[in-house]
């Protein structure tokens, strides 16, 4: 029977916790059946290759295996286990772990890999020493989480179905407004700094070097914690980088003018949907816009790259407002069987969210900034 065909009386009966690396040819297939039975869940991030490639990079992921009562599998959820030594500020008990979605914090879509219609037990995950199931990007593909989501935020993305020229029939005011000016801009940087290249696809580690230099002084010059300051997240670029099966791997788009670098982006793709990873440009070249510059160029050769879809990922950058022809909604929370716990972290969220939405001016964003750093070097996030 199809997968479609089970999914409506699907549901969850048993978990069971392997190592990705420990998979079944059967859970494997299953994994792509699943996901292809769910447009929800089309995003490279759901693709059994990024959990693999995040795996073989060096950050241990294991998957929970869902079966219903007649043994089939019905849900995957890949994660990362992290222990707890002691009771610390985020009140775990001691030797417990808490379980974060593969790829976090650099995953911007998040969830169990299921078919419409199933039904997943999260609470069923907080055994063997779990006291906590934390996401930050959760896609509400199925039923169950919907207790422990504790805010929803909008995703915004790109409808680059048609290229540049489709784009612009959809595109509001201000995209088509910023890609004009995009195009002005393109022929005064030529002008400015030699002739402008292109590539929308390129397999280069020295350029992709350079994407990771520059990602880290953006994150020094903003406060943000260094997401490349771990080895192992280098690497899983590298990795992805060389990645190359015809329905998943890394896209590396770079903007040259002359010999110089001047926007380049670092994404991840399943079939016809890219995701907006890694964005860098040049300080040197700011006046010229090249964000917007790197991203008309690749509108434009969408349709030769066979992408449909640019999945800007959660965040309030100004671009992406511009940018975007529709949103989708991500969760945040944490699953837990503690009410005390689930209760204080929707006051602090509360809190921040009205600090975040105060016109009090630049000095209080600022601490919040620094505020966001700290809880991300304890753990709590990190920014792209």
Partial sequence: MSVAGVASRCA????????????TAEELDAWHR???????LDSPYFHPGFASAVHASGRAVDVVVGRDARGEVCALLPVHRYRRGGVGPRGWAA??????????????????????????PPLKLLTGGVRGYAFDHLVEA???????????????????????DGYLGRASRS????????????????????????????VDERALARVVELKR?????????????????????TRLLHTRDGSFGGVLSTLYAGDQ?????????????????FPVYDPAFAAYSPGWILLRE?????????????????????????????????????VTRSPARLMLRRARRSLMSTVDASPVGPPLRGAVRRFRAWRATNGQGAGR
């Fill in 34 to 40: 699943l996901r292809a039975a769910n447009p929800r």
């Fill in 142 to 164: 199925g039923d169950g989480f919907a207790p422990w989501v504790e805010s929803r935020r909008p995703s915004p993305y790109l409808d680059a179905s048609g290229g540049l």
């Fill in 217 to 237: 002084a953006q994150y020094a010059r903003t406060g943000v914690r260094d997401y490349f300051a771990e080895p192992d997240r280098r690497a899983l670029l």
């Fill in 12 to 23: 969850v009966e048993t978990l069971r916790t392997v190592a990705f690396d420990a998979l």
């Fill in 175 to 202: 995209g088509k407004d910023n890609m004009g000016q995009a195009r002005r801009r393109t022929a005064k940087l030529a002008r400015h700094a030699g002739p402008i290249r292109f590539h929308a696809d390129t």
């Fill in 95 to 120: 030797g417990g772990s808490l379980l974060r979605p593969v790829g976090w914090p650099g995953a911007d879509f998040q969830g169990p890999v299921l078919a419409p219609g199933t039904t997943f």
């Fill in 298 to 334: 690749l509108v434009a050769a969408a349709p030769a790259l066979g992408i449909t879809r640019l999945d800007f990922g959660r965040g309030d950058d100004e671009y992406k407002r511009r940018a975007k022809t529709g949103e989708t909604e991500v969760g945040q929370g944490v």
């Fill in 261 to 277: 670098l001047v926007a380049a982006h670092f994404g991840i793709r399943s079939d016809a949907v890219l995701h907006w990873w």
